[in-house]
């Protein structure tokens, strides 16, 4: 069971293909998780 503000695994893999991709710019995204 997550608590408030975590997210499960399957509402992590619902969103991870939303989540910004590295194009080279800046700094890598990191899991904040």
Do not use: C, K, Q
Not at 4 to 18: N, Q, S, V
């Amino acid at each position: 069971m997550a608590g408030r503000g975590e997210l499960t695994d399957a509402a992590w893999e619902r969103i991870e293909p939303l989540l910004p991709r590295v194009d080279g710019r800046g700094r890598p995204w990191r899991d904040h998780r």
